[in-house]
């Protein structure tokens, strides 16, 4: 990956890697690295340019593989200045046999530090195989699953991998 140097206005860019490494540079001098298991969260508020660049250090070969959101700002803070801030340290625990990473947002009475302006949840969670289970889920959210890897069914649908499953407000999730 090598996304040379482009603008975005308005809304907010959450990165996160399961594999590799990527290099960010923006225009408000921000220049930092990361890795899996971290999170890098770019506000462009009225405007920031920046770059992407994956960086080949995997000497297994695994490559780059992750994710990045884009999230629209509210209009409470989408004329605010540009800024960049990165997290290593997300919170991790298990919870009824789920290894969750928690990325933005609040879930199962935990809280992640990372900053955002409007009301989300993002989470990585890892389901043992031949694992069932149910999510307390807020009945006012919508909610997109994305299966990385492996096989999962929710709510009797199952969910092909590589696919967004819309989940949408006031339904059950299990």
């Known amino acids: 990956m090598k996304v040379a140097a482009h603008p ?34 770019m506000t462009a508020g009225v405007g920031i340019a920046h770059s992407e660049l994956a960086i080949d250090s995997d000497p297994e070969g695994v490559g780059l593989h992750g994710l990045q959101l884009w999230t629209v700002l509210p209009e409470s803070a989408r004329h605010r200045q540009p800024e960049f801030d990165h997290y290593d340290k ?59 890897s492996g096989e999962l069914n929710i709510n009797g649908n199952s969910v092909p991998q590589y696919h967004l499953h819309y989940i949408p407000a006031g339904r059950k999730i299990y």
């Open 90 to 148: 997300l919170p991790v625990f298990v919870e009824g046999g789920l290894g969750i990473r928690l990325i933005v947002g609040e879930l199962l009475g935990r809280s992640s530090d990372a900053k955002i302006f409007s009301q989300l949840v993002g989470a990585e969670i890892d389901i043992a195989p031949n694992t069932t289970t149910k999510i307390d889920s807020d009945p006012s959210f919508e909610y997109g699953v994305l299966l990385i």
């Open 8 to 41: 975005h206005a308005g809304l907010q860019t959450v990165s996160w890697l399961f594999s590799g490494e990527v290099e960010h540079r923006d225009s408000v001098g921000s220049f930092q690295m990361i890795s899996p298991g971290e999170l890098n969260i």
